[in-house]
C-alpha cells in the first residue's frame, strides 16, 4: 500500500481557501456606528419597571443613559411611583457583543410606612454586564453590580444589588 494517496489529500486539505476563478470574494458591508438606544424592562437603571434610553459617544465606547420607570407597590405601605436612574457605562470594542462597566444614579432601597410615610432611597451603583446588538438593531442588556445607598434607617444593608435586564432597538448612523 502506498501512501502517495493519503499525503496528497492531507496537502490539499491544508491549503487555505481561494475564491473561485474569477470571482472575487464578497465583502460585507461596513456596520453603521451607533447613534441611540432604547430598551424596556426591569431593573435599577430602568427605573424598576420602565424605559431605558442611551446615547453613544466617543468612537461607541462610552454612552450616557437616562431611565425612567415605575416602582410598584408590594406590599401594603410600600412607597410606590414613577422611578429615574442616570448613569454613565464605558463598553469594551465589540460590533455585537460587548461588555460593559456603568456606573449610575438610581433607586436602591425602599422603607415601608405603616406608621410614618414610606420613602425610597436613591444612591451610586457600579455594574458589570453584557450589551449585544443586532445588525438590524435588536438590543440586549444584563448587568450586576453593586450599589449604596446613604440614608437608610439603622439596621438596613446600605450595599446591595444592581440589577438590570432589557430588550430594545439600537439606531445606527445613516448613510452619507
Known sequence: MTLRPIIASLLVLSLPPLPA????????????????????????????????GEGYFAGERLSGFVGLGYTPEVDE???????FAIGLRGF????????????????????????ENPRRFYGPGLEAGYHYVARGGFTFLVSLGLGWAPGVPEGTQEVGEVLALGLGYTW?????
Open 21 to 52: 476563478v474569477g470571482q472575487e470574494p464578497s465583502a460585507s458591508p461596513p456596520v453603521l456606528p451607533r447613534v441611540a438606544s432604547l430598551t424596556a424592562g426591569l431593573g435599577n437603571v430602568m427605573g424598576w419597571f420602565g424605559l431605558h
Open 77 to 83: 405601605g410600600d412607597p410606590s411611583g414613577p422611578t
Open 92 to 115: 469594551t470594542p465589540g460590533i455585537k457583543h460587548r461588555g460593559f462597566l456603568a456606573l449610575s444614579l438610581s433607586q436602591l432601597a425602599l422603607e415601608s410606612g405603616f406608621v
Open 172 to 176: 445606527r448612523r445613516t448613510r452619507e
